[in-house]
């Protein structure tokens, strides 16, 4: 699952999900924050596939990013009386993480600043119960 149409149109050019590092594959995005359609068809694949073939959801490290991998891990906070059916347990962040950008040489002053919505948003995620520890 990729959050970005851009990243996503990017990688089904080079045919990465056909012969690219990792082996084939799927490639899937919601355009940004997750629809009901492709939350279902991403349980659904949670569901049938063997679960040797790892589920990741490729998000951006920012507080949106991370709430739109929650999303699809775990269910939305409007339709937690459905999360079992719109939930997928076996989703896995991949990409870099917060904790990794002094190990790839980024500089703080690189990055973009969280603005007060971002913050906001990071700290309601920060007082969940069960976020991940490497979420955090």
Not at 2 to 10: D, Y
Not at 22 to 27: C, K, T, Y
Not at 101 to 130: H, T
Request: charged content about 30%.
């Amino acid at each position: 699952m990729i959050e970005k149409e851009a990243v996503f149109q990017s990688l089904c050019r080079s045919d990465f999900h056909r012969d690219g590092p990792v082996g084939r594959g799927i490639l899937l995005t919601g355009k940004g924050y997750p629809d009901l359609v492709t939350r279902e068809l991403l349980h659904r694949l949670d569901a049938t596939l063997d679960p040797s073939i790892p589920l990741l959801g490729l998000v951006d490290s920012d507080p949106h990013g991370i709430n739109i991998l929650w999303t699809y891990k775990f269910g939305s906070e409007a339709m937690r009386f459905d999360a079992r059916n719109l939930h997928v347990p076996r989703l896995e962040w991949l990409g870099v993480k917060g904790t990794e950008l002094r190990a790839i040489g980024a500089n703080e002053a690189d990055l973009i600043a969280l603005k007060e919505g971002d913050k906001a948003r990071a700290r309601k995620m920060l007082a969940r119960k069960n976020l991940p520890d490497e979420w955090r």
